[in-house]
C-alpha cells in the first residue's frame, strides 16, 4: 500500500540541529513535488519546506536560512535539515507528496526544541 516513511524527529536543545527523513513507498504515479509541513496545537498545518523534482526549492520565512531540504534522486527519499533549531520550530511535522491523483500525507513527526 502507497504511503510515506518517516523517520527522525525528538528533542533538541535551543541551537541544535535534527534531521528528518521520509521516503516515499509504493507510490506509482510521477512524482513532480515533496515537501514537509508543521503544526502546532490550534494552528493551521504551515508549509516548511518544498522541492520540486525539476529542483525548484522553497522554504517558509520562518525556516529561510536555517533548514536544507534535498531529495536523493535514487529513490526520492527526502530530507530536512534542521539548524539553529529555536523553540517555535516546536511541532509535529508531515512529510508531503502530491501526486495527479492522490496527496500523501507522513503519519508526522514531533519535533520539539527545549533545553
Known amino acids: 500500500q502507497a504511503h510515506l516513511e518517516e523517520s527522525g524527529g525528538g528533542l533538541v536543545q535551543p541551537g541544535g540541529s535534527l534531521r528528518l527523513s521520509c521516503r516515499p513507498s509504493g507510490i506509482t504515479d510521477e512524482l513532480y513535488l515533496l515537501g514537509w509541513y508543521r503544526q502546532t496545537p490550534g494552528k493551521e498545518r504551515e508549509m516548511v519546506a518544498l522541492?520540486?523534482?525539476?529542483?525548484?526549492?522553497n522554504y517558509s520565512n520562518a525556516v529561510q536560512g536555517r533548514f536544507k531540504i534535498s531529495r536523493d534522486n535514487t529513490d526520492n527519499t527526502i530530507y530536512l535539515q534542521m539548524n539553529y533549531v529555536k523553540p517555535e520550530d516546536t511541532a509535529v511535522y508531515y512529510c508531503y507528496v502530491p501526486t495527479g491523483t492522490q496527496t500523501y500525507w507522513g503519519r508526522g513527526l514531533q519535533v520539539t526544541v527545549s533545553s
Open positions: 522541492i520540486r523534482v525539476a529542483g525548484n526549492i
